[in-house]
């Protein structure tokens, strides 16, 4: 058996329609996280469609208890073959998103995989149902072309909680470091660069949210007696907003921007085109750092967007300067940035810019990740990409959103190589999400070829493996 071979078995099993009628039950399990997140639903996903498939490959099953009270569930599973061999640690979510029926177009509903072209419709298809059963699907091709073993050691963290931050997640692999031990992170999540060029990204821009608030009296007054004599908290909100970020969305808090772009990034960043494709949005041209690329914006850059503003009453305005205002923002931030540190540089910033009155918050925060492009597991990843796909991979240094990945470089320790088998214009969190039957396709070709050179006895991993139990170094 060669590679090829185990290919064309995994592309024949597709084909067959058992990909589908996987994708179909998996997509039927009510899995919203958002809306209860002790939903007996979380847990059945687990037992009844993760365990179970796991269970057939030989894995040791361990459903963990979320550390944090009243949130969802993990499962922890392990297969190995032999402690000398190399260990992979792979990671997939069963949650989404809230369904919202109501939303979806005639003839779409969120809990039934409905087929339309090379489209698979349904919640989770995309985010994240479909991508990890496309890996799921790869190990076992993997596992019968060998004849029930997979030439390396494999290990699985499922959680059902990533859609609402991963609660629990950082704090399980601090405690299961050793169950979890491995020399190599493969995953799979978020989209393409497009539909048609297979994707690797090493990690993902950080991002913190916060709050600016100004608290200017105990209530409103009448605009009209006391217009121009005080002051307006929205007024005074707009203008600071404004002295962070600029009319053309350019961050102006050095101490928040980004060490400059190397040569090695930009040269693997000119290869990349943001945006594009068919239901992508229309880039604007000016928009955000000048003297970037969009694409060395969107992977390279960091940016401050502004979420939300509230003032007064929107429903139902008054003639009345409202006594406070305030507006949620987040920073995306790529690695390099002294983030951990935003609450005094705003502080700093805006009380030098003339706004002591305005209140910073900081809401929550997530770091930024990324692999050393130059890591011969990259080369090794993107060279069995192409000879997969036929095509040039696109490698991006980090994701332009946000994943948990910072638990599996930093806590465990471990290089991390994502390949997503969706595409920008999914519907990824939205209604008539979906997935495209082509990428699919490709993305189990992809993966099966992968997980088979893993297992080969030239992989350059066979010399570096730790024993089980232990982080590489």
Same mark, same amino acid.
Not at 160 to 165: D, L, P, R, T, V
Not at 240 to 264: E, I, M, R, S
Not at 435 to 442: I, T
């Given at each position: 058996?060669?590679?090829?071979?185990?290919?064309?078995?995994?592309?024949g099993?597709f084909?067959?329609g058992?990909?589908?009628?996987?994708?179909?039950?998996r997509?039927?399990?009510?899995?919203?996280s958002?809306r209860?997140p $002790?939903?007996p639903?979380?847990? #059945?996903?687990?037992s009844?469609?993760?365990?179970?498939?796991?269970?057939a490959?030989g894995f040791?099953?361990?459903?963990?208890?979320?550390?944090?009270?009243?949130?969802p569930p993990?499962?922890?599973?392990s297969?190995?073959?032999?402690?000398?061999?190399?260990?992979l640690?792979?990671?997939?979510?069963?949650d989404?998103?809230n369904?919202?029926?109501?939303s979806?177009?005639?003839g779409l509903t969120?809990?039934?995989?409905?087929?339309?072209g090379?489209?698979?419709y349904?919640r989770g298809s995309?985010?994240n149902?479909?991508q990890?059963?496309?890996?799921?699907?790869?190990?076992?091709?993997?596992?019968?072309?060998?004849?029930g073993?997979?030439?390396f050691?494999c290990?699985?963290?499922?959680?059902m909680g990533?859609? !609402?931050s991963?609660p629990g997640?950082?704090e399980?692999?601090?405690?299961?470091?050793?169950?979890?031990?491995?020399?190599?992170?493969?995953?799979?999540?978020?989209? #393409?660069?497009?539909?048609?060029?297979?994707?690797l990204?090493?990690?993902?821009r950080?991002?913190?949210?916060?709050?600016?608030?100004?608290?200017?009296?105990?209530?409103?007054y009448h605009?009209?007696n006391?217009g121009?004599?005080?002051?307006n908290?929205a007024?005074r909100?707009?203008?600071?907003l404004?002295a962070?970020?600029d009319?053309?969305?350019a961050?102006?808090?050095?101490?928040l921007?980004?060490p400059a772009l190397?040569?090695a990034l930009?040269?693997i960043l000119g290869e990349?085109?943001?945006?594009?494709?068919?239901?992508?949005?229309?880039?604007?041209?000016n928009?955000?750092?000048?003297?970037?690329?969009?694409?060395?914006?969107?992977?390279g850059?960091n940016?401050?967007?502004?979420l939300?503003?509230?003032?007064?009453?929107p429903?139902q305005p008054?003639?009345?300067?409202?006594p406070?205002?305030?507006?949620?923002?987040?920073?995306?931030f790529v690695?390099?940035?002294?983030w951990?540190a935003?609450?005094?540089?705003? #502080?700093?910033?805006?009380?030098?810019?003339?706004?002591?009155?305005?209140?910073?918050e900081? !809401?929550r925060?997530?770091?930024?990740?990324r692999?050393?492009p130059d890591?011969?597991?990259?080369?090794?990843?993107?060279?069995?990409?192409a000879?997969?796909?036929?095509?040039?991979?696109?490698l991006?240094?980090?994701l332009?959103?946000?994943?948990?990945?910072?638990?599996?470089?930093? !806590?465990?320790?471990?290089?991390?190589?994502?390949i997503?088998?969706?595409?920008?214009?999914?519907? $990824?969190?939205?209604?008539?999400?979906?997935?495209?039957?082509p990428v699919? #396709?490709?993305?189990?070709?992809?993966?099966?070829?992968l997980?088979?050179?893993?297992?080969?006895?030239?992989?350059?991993?066979?010399?570096t493996?730790?024993?089980?139990?232990?982080v590489t170094?």
């Amino acid at each position: 058996m060669t590679a090829q071979h185990a290919v064309a078995q995994a592309l024949g099993w597709f084909d067959s329609g058992a990909f589908r009628d996987t994708l179909a039950r998996r997509v039927a399990c009510v899995t919203e996280s958002q809306r209860d997140p $002790q939903s007996p639903h979380l847990t #059945r996903y687990l037992s009844q469609e993760i365990g179970p498939a796991l269970a057939a490959l030989g894995f040791d099953l361990q459903q963990v208890e979320n550390p944090l009270a009243g949130q969802p569930p993990f499962l922890i599973a392990s297969r190995i073959e032999d402690p000398a061999l190399p260990t992979l640690l792979c990671y997939g979510h069963g949650d989404v998103v809230n369904g919202e029926a109501e939303s979806w177009r005639s003839g779409l509903t969120p809990w039934a995989l409905v087929e339309e072209g090379d489209r698979w419709y349904g919640r989770g298809s995309a985010d994240n149902k479909g991508q990890h059963s496309v890996n799921l699907a790869a190990l076992e091709q993997v596992y019968a072309a060998r004849g029930g073993r997979l030439g390396f050691n494999c290990k699985w963290l499922f959680e059902m909680g990533e859609e !609402i931050s991963s609660p629990g997640l950082a704090e399980i692999c601090r405690r299961e470091r050793e169950a979890l031990a491995a020399d190599l992170f493969i995953a799979a999540d978020g989209p #393409r660069m497009s539909a048609a060029r297979p994707t690797l990204f090493l990690g993902s821009r950080g991002c913190v949210n916060f709050r600016l608030s100004i608290h200017a009296r105990p209530r409103a007054y009448h605009s009209g007696n006391w217009g121009g004599v005080l002051s307006n908290p929205a007024t005074r909100l707009a203008n600071a907003l404004a002295a962070l970020v600029d009319a053309h969305g350019a961050l102006q808090v050095a101490a928040l921007k980004p060490p400059a772009l190397t040569p090695a990034l930009r040269a693997i960043l000119g290869e990349l085109e943001a945006g594009g494709q068919p239901g992508d949005p229309e880039i604007d041209a000016n928009w955000g750092e000048p003297g970037l690329t969009p694409a060395e914006r969107l992977f390279g850059w960091n940016t401050l967007e502004v979420l939300s503003f509230l003032a007064g009453n929107p429903q139902q305005p008054m003639n009345a300067i409202p006594p406070q205002a305030s507006a949620t923002c987040q920073l995306r931030f790529v690695v390099g940035t002294d983030w951990t540190a935003l609450a005094d540089h705003l #502080r700093h910033y805006l009380d030098a810019a003339g706004f002591p009155d305005v209140e910073v918050e900081v !809401i929550r925060g997530t770091p930024a990740t990324r692999l050393d492009p130059d890591d011969p597991l990259v080369g090794w990843a993107l060279g069995v990409m192409a000879r997969a796909s036929g095509k040039k991979p696109a490698l991006l240094p980090n994701l332009g959103g946000s994943l948990p990945n910072d638990v599996f470089a930093d !806590i465990l320790g471990l290089p991390t190589l994502w390949i997503p088998h969706s595409y920008p214009a999914c519907g $990824q969190h939205a209604a008539d999400e979906h997935m495209l039957k082509p990428v699919a #396709r490709e993305g189990l070709a992809i993966m099966t070829e992968l997980l088979w050179a893993l297992g080969e006895p030239d992989h350059p991993l066979r010399q570096t493996a730790t024993t089980a139990g232990e982080v590489t170094p």
